[in-house]
């Protein structure tokens, strides 16, 4: 049976907060937390990420200057990512500060309670020193795990976006997926609300990341389920795609345009 508006709007609001035991929550009965970040094999091909000190391409930027200037793109000049420059936009969007405990970490980004329930999954269309493919990221190690090399990306990403070629005409498309056990180990029902917040912090720092690299992105809510889970193969029911973004270089005229 198709939801009501009415039970979609209450989604929105905080009320089920009022309705929960958290003493019945699987943090209060001393489960241990789930990992912050997803189990690979050790002999998993990974790449290793720029660190912060040798990012070259990144330009330090007014904050103003970024908040002023950003908007959506969907035009993509014909050019390859740099691999720092990847490297920074991944840090800027899950990077890793602190880790708190094994259950908790701090990052660049704020999340409810501190849970953390995205994991971020990067389509290599075109970026400098990758070869194009499914990468997953891995915030500890700052580093790229290899999922699978795929040639296809483009003419796969259009019917899963709905149509919208311009997906498909990027340097890479970060797809973000949601892990719910994250964060219902400590909220229960009450958890669901927070992880959609939760992507918003997420792409809109990649917003004024772009900023920085003169690249642009778009924020895609609209998309094929199943299709977007298939093509980086999770399970559609314990993880599954939430939220995804292409990135690529923009004209010197667009970004002349998005200063006016």
């Known amino acids: 049976m198709q939801p009501t508006i009415e039970q979609l709007r209450f989604f929105l609001k905080d009320t089920i907060r009022r309705t929960i035991d958290f003493s019945r929550t699987d943090q209060h009965r001393g489960v241990p937390p789930p990992p912050v970040e997803k189990p690979f094999l050790p002999e998993a091909e990974r790449f290793e990420l720029p660190p912060p000190e040798r990012w070259p391409h990144v330009r330090r930027i007014d904050l103003v200057e970024a908040i002023a200037r950003r908007r959506s793109h969907r035009s993509f000049a014909p050019l390859a990512l740099k691999l720092d420059e990847l490297a920074f936009l991944l840090w800027a969007t899950q990077g890793v500060r602190r880790l708190l405990a094994p259950g908790a970490v701090l990052r660049t980004v704020p999340s409810a309670g501190c849970r953390h329930a995205l994991e971020t999954y990067v389509l ?73 917040l939760d992507a918003g912090h997420v792409c809109q720092n990649l917003y004024l990341a772009c900023e920085a690299i003169g690249a642009g992105t778009c924020a895609i809510g609209a998309y094929h389920q199943e299709a977007v889970d298939e093509l980086i193969r999770v399970d559609g029911e314990d993880e599954f795609t939430i939220y995804l973004a292409p990135v690529g270089k923009i004209s010197d005229a667009a970004v002349s345009d998005a200063a006016v």
């Open 124 to 196: 290599a269309l075109r970026v400098e020193g990758l070869d194009a493919g499914v990468y997953r990221y891995l915030p500890l190690e700052h580093q790229l795990l290899l999922e699978r090399r795929e040639t296809r990306l483009p003419e796969l990403l259009v019917p899963a976006t709905l149509g919208q070629r311009f997906v498909g005409e990027a340097g890479a498309v970060l797809v973000w997926t949601a892990i719910p056990y994250r964060m219902e180990w400590r909220y229960g029902l009450a958890a669901h609300k927070v992880i959609a």
